[in-house]
Each structure stands twice: as C-alpha cells, then as structure tokens.
C-alpha cells in the first residue's frame, strides 16, 4: 500500500530550474507547501545509480536526509533506440558542465545521422521519506526527432521531440498542453493517485 502524503511540506530535489518549475507547475493544483533543494542549501549529489529509477532514489533520500522532509525527486531523460538507449541516464551530462542543450541536441543529431529518429522520454519520479522508505513512479511518452530544434518553451531535448499524434516539439507547445501529456506528468499523475489524500 502506498504511503499518503496529508498536505504539509515536500522539497524537490533538484538543482535543474527548467525541471523545478515545472514540477512547481505540476504541484500547483495540490495543496503542498513545496521548496527546492536549492532554498535549503542541499547540495546537489552525484548520479552514480544505473537507471532512472535509481537516480531519483538517489537524490530523493540525500535531500529528505538533509532536510528531515518528505522530498521528491526527477530523474529524467531522452532514449534513443538508434543509439542503444543514449543519452538515457546521461541525458543531462551530454550537455556538459554548463548544460549547453544546444551542444546535446547536436550530438544527438550528429551520431544519430540518417538513423531511425524514434525517441522517447522517460521520467522516474521518488518519493523519499526522512526514516529512509520510497516509493517510485515511471511515466514514458513515445515519439520522433526532428533537426534542426523547434521552439523555445520547454528545456532540455524539448525542442527536437514531436510527441506521438503531434506535429508540435514540446518546444513549441505551450505548458498547458505539454503537462498534459508529457512522461513527467504521467509520472505525476501515479504519483498523486497514490500517495496524495482525495
């Protein structure tokens, strides 16, 4: 049975501002009293897990430890069959210590070549409790690469994935329509279901 969360404070546990608005965004409607791991002067750890899954364990534990909260914590990234599953878990470091996405989506572009441009996100999302349990939620949303990047909303990949049924990038689609459908909010909405009293 999943643990509920009754209100209260929850910290998110990223560093990532594009990803920290958003999960604000997400959080909105809730009734949670949210801060980020930033505000609270959690340093950010290192991503040595080897999934998704467990780098959001990773970060929500170091930050629900630091903090004595319940935390919540991303992690995400784009996954392409054509290149076995890269950038995946690397997603982020493809962009380099200034998390230039330019130089990544262009990397992506240039290994990937005339390959098969089928793509998709993938977020995990943790929650983490200061006494150490978890529990974890996985959202996927499929679709397609284009080059050159479209569009300038969104962060990260968003600007070179057309999700399936669109012919819009999450770069070019406004918050709204992208919450609604994107692997982070299906993430959320497992979250919510089962850890946020009706």
Avoid at 3 to 26: D, F, P, Q
Avoid at 64 to 80: I, K, M
Avoid at 89 to 94: G, L, N
């Amino acid at each position: 049975m999943a643990r509920r969360l009754a209100g209260g404070r929850l910290v998110i546990a990223s560093h990532n501002e594009g990803k920290v608005r958003e999960i604000r965004e997400l959080l909105a409607p809730l009734g949670l009293a949210v801060a980020s791991a930033r505000e609270h002067g959690v340093p950010e750890p290192e991503e040595t897990g080897d999934s998704f899954a467990a780098n959001a364990r990773l970060k929500a534990h170091a930050v629900a430890r630091a903090t004595d909260l319940p935390a919540l914590s991303d992690d995400s990234g784009l996954v392409v069959p054509a290149l076995g599953g890269a950038p995946g878990i690397y997603s982020a470091r493809w962009a380099g210590p200034g998390k230039n996405f330019s130089v990544a989506m262009a990397r992506v572009e240039r290994e990937l070549g005339a390959g098969d441009r089928a793509a998709h996100f993938v977020c995990a999302l943790a929650l983490a409790w200061p006494d150490g349990a978890d529990q974890v939620f996985e959202g996927t949303v499929h679709g397609q690469l284009v080059f050159p990047p479209r569009g300038t909303k969104g962060f990260g990949y968003d600007p070179i994935f057309v999700p399936e049924g669109y012919a819009t990038t999450f770069g070019e689609m406004e918050q709204a329509a992208k919450h609604a459908i994107s692997h982070r909010a299906r993430a959320f909405a497992a979250f919510a279901r089962a850890c946020l009293a009706p």
